[in-house]
Every structure is written in structure tokens, then in C-alpha cells.
């Protein structure tokens, strides 16, 4: 018992020293891609119902670091503002397969040949259910109807001091432009190691210990039962990846891991397309959203396209070679980086999410006791960009001054002046969510 206490402690650590460097990386460029091209600058791409909006929606979406369930909000609100179906659905498929932390995070545990198959495949799934919803449904976007007071929003409009109001103004440009910069980097820098890292940290740890028990428990030959089985081996892993609710990043270390016990590289594919790509939540949502024809060719596409993508893999590539780039990887003759910026890079990844965690709370705490209102529940807020989502559309209700979000508790709090608690509930199912009674 303790010998494997001791090998799941030693391949916990072992996993954490590898992916901590590159997910610091992939973070950092996420932080900057945040605030130098935010999300609103994208809904001009995403109106029409043809094939170039359908590429545009998945070239965007690929970078973005969004999970299955902040992807919700933010494509959701696109469709409310106008844009088109097959955008939508092009968008919802392509972002939360793959994200710019989450491809530095694959290059470092599986290598190059991955790191540029994930992506690639997660663009030409999106571009695919973009153009079968073009085909097969019939576009109706639904903001007129349903908000005709609230315009949909998806991110914050946050202001900066980068102008000057008027020619009698004596301020310095240049100084201007570097506080501005100085500015900008401490978001991004907040954004990275406090927003985004609080939101994929539950998936990324439960990533981080499967991994480490599935390496531990079970022995190596484990799946050699399915070889040769090909497509019943896909099916299998596409059944478990479906329903299953985990991060792009998160689902780095246990497809890394399937691949060291005998998984083949088609079905470890369908894993980290399928695992990220869908759940029962987003299902639910998009559903109810944009009707079932969009449902049925969001899910026909992930599970067509993973089953498609996973046997052109094995067939067309040798398994030898991606094992190679693994064994290559994992191999402490041959490190990539040395062990000090690897423990370096972990122990800030560590207590960043400690950290985080800690000063989310206190922060949110804070300015819930300071905003004076109304409180109500809503149930499906699971992350940073959820609350956001939250609170920008329901500043934009007439009476409504100020809004304080909070995921962990499921409450919303509203201060301001003949709140339309009506309208409230309309906007937050509107979204995705649910205004609890």
C-alpha cells in the first residue's frame, strides 16, 4: 500500500513539473490575447449565415481559452447580438477543444505532432458544423424577440485613460501611453494567474490526479485488449468522453497517460476532442437556445468528426510515432527544460492557485458587503467569464446601477433603483442560466 502511495505521489509531481512551465507560458499569452483583442471586438466577424463566417467563427474560437462551460455565455451572447446560427455553432465546437494555454500545455506532455493536430482538427470541426447548420437549419437569430430592451453581452467594457478629452489637456502622450501599457499587463497578468487559472483549476487538479492513478493503477498492457479492435476502441472512449465535463487543459495529463498504456492515437484523440468539446450542461443550454436542429448538428459534428479525425489518425500515422514524441517527453535523460525552471514554474503555478482562490473570495466578499440591493439565486454559473456574462447584461437593465456575481454560491446580488425583476429573470435564462424563484 505505501509503494503506491509513493509511486502516485512521485507521478502526481512528476506530471506537475512537466506541464507547469508551458502552462505558465500558455497563461501569459492568454492574458495578453485577453486584453490587447478582447471578445467584443470579434462580433462584427460573426453575423452572416455562409462559410466565411463559419471560418471566422472557428479561427477565432481556436486561441480563445474558454471551457465547454465559459464558452456557453460568450457564444450564446453572439448569437443574441445577432450573430448567425452556423457561426454560433462554429464557434461553440471549435473554442473549447483547444486554447493558446492548453497548446503549449500539449506540446509539453505529447509532443509536436499533437500540438498541431488538436488544433488543427479543432478548426475543421468548427468549419464543418458551421456549414451543416448553414444547410440544414434554418436561421432565425432570436434578440429582437426575446430582449427587445437588453442588448446581449459577453464581456466588460472596461474603460481606459489612453485619450485626452480635449485640446486644453496637458498631459504628457507618452507617459499617457506607458501607464496605459503598465496598465494593461497588470490586467493581463490578472486575468491569467487569478481569472482564467481559477477556472480551469478544479479541471486541471482533477486532471492532474487522475492522470497519477490511472498510471499507478493500471498496468501497462491494460489496453492492449483493444488492439485491433479499432473502431470499437474509438466508440468506447468517444462514450466516456461525452458526457464526461473537463477542461482542454485538464484532459492533457490522462490522454498523456492512456497513450503510455497502449491507447491508441486515434482514440486518445476522440478523448481530447470530445472530453472538452461537450457535456450535459452545454448541451442543455444550447438546446433550449438555439433549438434542437442546432443540437443535433453541434453533437453530429464533435462525435462524426472525432470518430472521423480519430480513424484517419490511426491509419494514416503509425503509433510509433507519437509514442516516440511521448517516450521522448518523459524520458529524464532527454528533459526538454531544466529541473530549476520546471520547479520554479510549479511551485508559482501551485501558489497561484492557492493564492487565487483565497483572494476571489475575499475579493468577491468585499464588494458584496458593500453593494447595497436585492439578492437572488441562479443556478449554471460555473466560472469567471459566467459572472462576467452575469453582470455586464444586467447593468444594461434601465434601474439597474450595480451587480455582483458569485459562481461558488449561485447568487447574484443587484442594487439600484424599481429593479424589473422580470426582465432580471428574462436576461439570466436568457443566457443560459437559471433565476432561481
Not at 280 to 295: C, E, Q, Y
Amino acid at each position: 500500500m505505501l509503494d503506491y502511495i509513493e509511486n502516485y505521489l512521485d507521478e502526481l509531481w512528476y506530471l506537475l513539473l512537466e506541464m507547469a512551465p508551458w502552462l505558465m507560458l500558455g497563461l501569459i499569452f492568454a492574458g495578453l490575447l485577453k486584453v490587447y483583442f478582447p471578445q467584443k471586438h470579434i462580433d462584427r466577424y460573426l453575423g452572416k449565415s455562409n462559410f466565411k463566417s463559419s471560418l471566422n467563427a472557428s479561427l477565432l474560437g481556436i486561441p480563445m481559452p474558454l471551457c465547454s462551460c465559459g464558452v456557453i455565455p460568450a457564444g450564446i451572447s453572439f448569437f443574441k447580438n445577432g450573430a448567425s446560427k452556423s457561426a454560433t455553432n462554429s464557434f461553440l465546437i471549435s473554442t473549447p477543444q483547444t486554447g493558446i494555454d492548453s497548446i503549449f500545455a500539449t506540446y509539453s506532455m505529447l509532443g509536436w505532432p499533437f500540438a498541431i493536430l488538436r488544433p488543427l482538427v479543432a478548426f475543421l470541426t468548427g468549419v464543418m458544423g458551421g456549414v451543416f447548420t448553414t444547410i440544414l437549419v434554418k436561421d432565425k437569430p432570436a434578440s429582437k424577440s426575446l430582449f427587445p430592451d437588453v442588448k446581449i453581452d459577453t464581456v466588460s467594457r472596461e474603460k481606459t485613460n489612453d485619450s485626452c478629452e480635449n485640446d486644453s489637456c496637458n498631459c504628457n502622450t507618452q507617459k499617457t501611453k506607458d501607464k496605459y501599457t503598465k496598465h494593461s499587463l497588470v490586467r493581463a497578468a490578472h486575468y491569467a494567474f487569478v481569472e482564467l487559472l481559477q477556472d480551469i483549476a478544479k479541471w486541471l487538479v482533477i486532471g492532474f490526479l487522475a492522470a497519477a492513478f490511472i498510471s499507478v493503477v493500471i498496468p501497462d498492457d491494460f489496453f492492449s485488449l483493444f488492439q485491433g479492435l479499432g473502431l470499437i476502441e474509438i466508440l468506447i472512449i468517444l462514450a466516456a468522453s461525452v458526457p464526461l465535463y473537463i477542461c482542454a487543459t485538464g484532459s492533457i495529463p490522462i490522454a498523456a497517460v492512456l497513450l503510455m498504456k497502449g491507447v491508441s492515437p486515434g482514440a486518445a484523440l476522440v478523448f481530447l476532442m470530445a472530453g472538452p468539446a461537450t457535456n450535459i450542461a452545454t448541451m442543455t443550454v444550447l438546446g433550449k437556445t438555439m433549438g434542437r436542429k442546432s443540437l443535433t448538428v453541434y453533437l453530429a459534428t464533435i462525435i462524426g468528426g472525432a470518430v472521423f479525425f480519430g480513424i484517419l489518425t490511426n491509419w494514416l500515422f503509425p503509433a510509433d510515432f507519437f509514442l516516440s514524441q511521448i517516450v521522448h517527453i518523459h524520458d529524464t535523460e532527454h528533459e526538454m527544460l531544466p529541473y530549476w525552471l520546471q520547479l520554479i514554474s510549479a511551485l508559482i503555478l501551485v501558489s497561484s492557485i492557492a493564492g487565487g482562490y483565497f483572494y476571489i473570495r475575499y475579493q468577491k466578499s468585499e464588494r458584496i458587503k458593500k453593494t447595497q440591493g436585492i439578492t437572488v439565486n441562479v443556478s449554471g454559473m460555473t466560472c469567471s467569464h459566467c459572472e462576467a456574462s452575469v453582470k455586464n447584461n444586467l447593468e444594461k437593465i434601465p434601474g439597474i446601477a450595480a451587480v455582483v456575481a458569485d459562481n461558488n454560491s449561485g447568487t447574484v446580488k443587484i442594487s439600484g433603483n424599481n429593479i424589473n425583476l422580470q426582465k432580471v429573470k428574462q436576461t439570466i435564462n436568457g443566457l443560459g442560466y437559471k433565476f432561481i424563484e
